[in-house]
């Protein structure tokens, strides 16, 4: 099945999902575009080597923003890196003249797939994609808690001893230092997470507290370590990218736009949604017990605020 995807960005976070592309098979065109075109030319130059031990072949090239036209996804991974002690939404400022010129090169294309964002703090640079675009909501998604909810269930499943598959948990909100577990809905199993702690001597409700706290600096730490993260939101793209080219109906937590489902502000945030081929079919509504419905409003609101600066 021919299927096409777009990167806008051959940097360490846009190359590390095209090579996971590349590995998992996943589509049939891939299209690099930078601002940096030679980057782009050694870049595709360089996969296509790998094409002989892939799972089926790939077209790979550089291209131009009239590549968009046809594709069936277009994913945005440019912009400044986050610096060490520098918070996502310092970011804000930095990136949004970047989002928005860039998909305005996006749809003069004739583009009317999916626009995927991952450039950080991606919950408001997907809300500027959104408003620049003029797009239906459906169609422009965030990265979200994707990773964040990955690194989850890693810890969990660390810390019991058990496939990091079996962990079914999510966390939600802003990408970022507002973030938070929703532990009334966390399960190993079938088996919610406080049953486990109570028939488990691996873990108890302290070690729920320190997890959380490694999550939510996990991206600090490896910043401080090898200046930046890519590998992880790259295999995470590559999830998401399967979710909709092969049309699964999977729920991920991701950047949606939130007019309602949720009892917070009208702002693109972190919550499960369904995707497929069509994009966001439709957000899932948990029942949060009273701290999350209150971390929530207060994740939303701290995004709100500073995307209402950009205005």
Known sequence: MKSKVVIIGTGLVGMSYAYA???QGVVSDLVL???DDSRAEGEAMDLNHGIPFSPRHMNIYAGTYSDCKDADLVVITAGVNQKPDESRLDLLDRNADIMRSITHSI?????KGILLVASNPVDIMTQIVYDASQLPKEKVIGSGTSLDTARLRYEI????????RNVHAYILGEHGESEFVVWSNA????????DVIKSMHAINFEDLDHIAKRVKNAAGEIIARKSATY?????????ITSAIINNENRILPLSVLNQGEYDCAHIYIGLPAVINKDGIHHIVELSLDESEKA??????????YYYDQLH
């Open 295 to 304: 971390s929530l409003k207060h994740s939303a609101n701290t995004l709100k």
């Open 231 to 239: 590998y992880g939101i790259g295999i995470s793209l590559v999830r």
């Open 187 to 194: 399960y190993v199993g079938a088996k919610p997470i406080k």
């Open 33 to 35: 575009i930078d601002i």
């Open 107 to 111: 749809m003069e294309s004739g583009f």
């Open 157 to 164: 499943g660390h810390q019991i001893n058990i496939d990091t």
């Open 21 to 23: 592309l590349l590995n």
